[in-house]
């Protein structure tokens, strides 16, 4: 049974989401309902890296989309223990990270393959044969699309623009865009992730400029983050 069933409970409400919604809301909710972190084991690393976001902001509440993505990042996906995790540090309820989680279409609710790509369909990208280039990578990773491949190492999705039109068609591995992509990188990329090689060193010729990746991790000794643009531009 889900940690969170007690929530189809709520009165008037017979879907889970609205429930959750509801309950999120409630984010001053007694004490009780936000777990303590000796309970739920919060790892030293995990919980810096929360405290560093609730730092960056006047509302801790600000910090809830990097909390869950470092949550993910660790765990592999966003998990009852993982919500439990950021709840704790945070100090709000695990229903409001919750109905934030599910609305979040990069932060999954599932186990999935530990490398996350994501390829572009949508229009620019797929005039420039981007379904060629997502079955390419289905292929070559062993993962259907919008799946994952059944030695858990890939995570293949068809997604909606990822904001680098110019480099159509592409792809984000784990963060990092690359493009414009051809049939034959998705192979080379599945060959280098599965070799051990670093996402974030693949196809350097096709980083993005804006490459995202781990950029938003890193912040300068003010404690700002990076603007991000550091690696690929020319
Ligand atoms: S359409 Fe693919 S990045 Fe915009």
Redesign the pocket.
Known sequence: MSKFDHLRGVPGSRNRLAAQVWEGARVGAPSAEIPEADEVGVPAELRATIEHHMSLYPDRRSAVLPALRAAQELHGWVSDKAILQVAAVMQVTPAYLESVASFYDMLELEPVGRHRIYV?T????QLRGAHDVVEAFSAATGSPVDGSSPDGVFRLRSFE?????DT?P?ASIDGHYRGPLTTEDAKHVADHIRAGGDPAEVLPDKRFVGDYGPHLEQQSSEGEPTDGFGEGTA
Not at 122 to 125: E, F, G, I, T, Y
Not at 161 to 165: D, E, K, S, W
């Open positions: 572009c949508n229009l620019s990208c623009c990822l904001g680098a039109c159509a592409m």
